[in-house]
């Protein structure tokens, strides 16, 4: 099981930035790829970037070149620095984490999401 803590999200002006992590603790095996999604007010889940755990980044069109996804294997983190930030970008934003069980010699993999954290960007 893994537990997945943010924190860095708030409220900030359009043209400003934020910086957001995630934490994964907990009992597991290893951890995988690791991402960012957001839920717009009144609208899906969508993907906002994603990292594999050798650093290979891939990101959503609508933040290509404002946002940098990032991560720290060694505590388990993921980071997502957000500049250039617009209304359109208000939303909660999840952490999601890929990882590894190993029971004996049984390995399962699992997902696992945080609880959000608000990012309100006013105009």
């Known amino acids: 099981q893994v537990q ?8 900030v002006q359009a043209g400003g930035s934020l910086r957001l992590s995630c934490a994964a603790s907990g009992s597991f095996f290893s951890i995988g790829g690791m991402g960012w999604y957001r839920q717009p007010p009144e609208k899906q889940r969508e993907l906002v970037a994603t990292i594999t755990r050798d650093g290979s980044a891939n990101y959503a069109d609508s933040v290509k070149g404002r946002f940098t996804i990032s991560r720290d294997n060694a505590r388990n983190t993921v980071y997502l620095q957000m500049n250039s930030l617009k209304p359109e970008d208000t939303g909660v934003y999840y952490c999601n984490v890929e990882y590894v069980n ?11 999401w945080g609880q959000g954290t608000q990012v309100t960007v006013s105009s």
Not at 4 to 11: K, N, T
Not at 102 to 112: E, H, P, T
């Open 102 to 112: 190993k029971v004996g010699y049984l390995y399962s993999r699992g997902s696992s």
């Open 4 to 11: 997945l803590v943010e924190s860095g999200g708030g409220l």
